[in-house]
């Protein structure tokens, strides 16, 4: 790997999680001259000072996107059409607009409109991310060997997706590219509705009357723990995924929702023998993700300490 | 903690994750004089013996309990009724007979009319486990600071329920009584249901025609890898668990699918507002579930390599 940054100056519209994820990583290999941010909160630049990893914060937009080749939208994607109107004049030419939103589609109807002529625009969706939000929750290592997935438009400027895709294999990881329709039904199943469910199940837990909350807490470890986790992620993020993969989300929960009656039914006539195939094949979907380095083989995440 | 055994001579009539992970555990603090092992499999005895847990191992349950004075029933919970009915005749006076099955109304149901006049029986259910199965996937630890829940019948001895709890204490556990109809309800919504939806999403995903199995895989790390720890979890222990936990798994499930339907009601109205009164609802029994000590607060599981 080279250590000539691959933009002078990068805008981070946002310095969450994954804004300030990126910042770490971009210093850790030289991938930028110069890091602006901008968060429209105090308290959020505040804790990005202390912390350090951005050259100047910004509570005014326009002024973190000015001079920025590679200007990158990282708040909840609810917010990007505001922004992007509001960072449209003051926008380089020549410059790349991109985000890394959980939603392609939306992303193009609601950021395209409003990019300028000689401005290149390329969404982009890292797949990474904890459950833990806000500037100090970001570090180097989170897009290690994970994917990013580019879904530039057609016409793209060849030599700025690849620019771009440079950019993402610096800050460490694996760069697909692929339609944005199939990128959100491929998310709306990897992603979106495991944490639909995960919400849902907490809740329906939450509301239980006849099954106190102290007794979820305690008995967590049974499975209901794993759960939590991403049930625990940014509501508004997670808010504005819902409202802007709608189609995708609904088709897969429909499907989800069959599986699961049919399910039910095994259960409700103690058909054991389809509830055993079922709970067979999907062991070796879990094989597969540990083979992919998508997931720790650990038992139990490496939660206990199995000596060796 | 005491160095003097609880029991002199304890059978574990099986000897996969939960046996052998008991079995180390006992040798861990000197809990038993004697540890003995039974599996039907020719090939799972010869992993215990490889290990070495045991003190003595049998393909003849009748051997094993001999002279015991804890019998513990530790395969899946269907072979219960039978593995009882063999071993009531060679069972020594004044012996307890438990369990570790995840369900407790069935086994009560399967194992109590075997038990002969003097001795005593107490099921029980440790909240520990991991993803693996087998002898070899055991370890000393699994339950240190789980909880193991105790649902002993009405007029159970009290010197033996006692026995049975230091037990579990020199094990690494809290204990916790309970009442077999409430423990089911209370595993069905903490345990049972988050197998069955976890199983089921992975199952949806594999079906799905327009999104390819790799990439599900690649891209799981944005949700769809928490949920596949837990479906990769032993088959027929799970399908015993839903035959055996029937009208709690329906009434939870039942709950579960009313919430889900509000949620995609929500969604495909545009609801905002109820999304994210849902989604930040469920991170405060995140937090509860770390502060209890039954996850670690470690971002992503502790997955990546967060400094500091």
């Known amino acids: 790997m080279s250590n000539s940054p691959v933009y002078d100056k990068v805008a981070l519209i946002g310095v969450g999680l994954i804004g300030s994820s990126m910042a770490h990583a971009m210093r850790r290999d030289g991938v930028a001259s110069r890091i602006a941010g901008y968060s429209h909160r105090t308290e959020t630049l505040e804790k990005a000072r202390a912390i350090g990893f951005a050259d100047s914060l910004h509570d005014d937009v326009t002024d973190c996107v000015k001079d920025a080749d590679l200007v990158v939208l990282a ?6 059409a505001v922004l992007a109107e509001q960072i449209a ?4 030419p020549g410059a790349t607009v991109t985000d890394v939103g959980s939603v392609k589609s939306a992303v193009i109807r609601d950021v395209g409109p409003h990019v300028p002529e000689g401005v290149h625009f390329i969404p982009a969706h ?4 904890t459950e833990q939000s806000g500037p100090e929750a970001g570090f180097a290592e989170l897009f290690d060997g994970r994917w990013c997935i580019l879904t530039p438009l057609p016409g793209t400027d060849a030599a700025a997706l690849e620019r771009l895709k440079t950019f993402w294999h610096r800050l460490g990881s694996d760069v697909e590219v692929m339609d944005a329709r199939h990128h959100d039904l491929v998310l709306a199943i990897t992603s979106h509705l495991p944490h639909l469910i995960a919400y849902n199940i907490v809740g329906t837990a939450d509301d239980l009357q006849a099954v106190t909350k102290s007794e979820v807490i305690k008995y967590s470890a049974g499975g209901f723990r794993d759960f939590t986790r991403i049930a625990a ?6 808010r504005d995924v819902f409202l802007n993969n709608r189609e995708a989300v609904l088709e897969v929960l429909g499907r989800f929702s069959e599986d699961l009656s049919a399910l039910q039914r095994a259960i409700r006539w103690g058909d054991g023998e389809a509830l055993f195939n079922l709970f067979t094949r999907t062991r070796a979907i879990r094989r597969s993700i540990v ?5 720790t083989a650990a038992p139990n995440f490496g939660r206990s300490k199995k000596p060796g």
Chains 1, 2 share one sequence.
Do not use: N, R
């Open 126 to 129: 890292p797949i990474a991310g």
């Open 89 to 92: 004049p003051h926008l380089k």
């Open 291 to 295: 083979d992919a380095g998508q997931d």
């Open 233 to 238: 992620s940014d509501p508004t993020m997670w």
């Open 75 to 80: 708040t909840p994607v609810g917010a990007y």
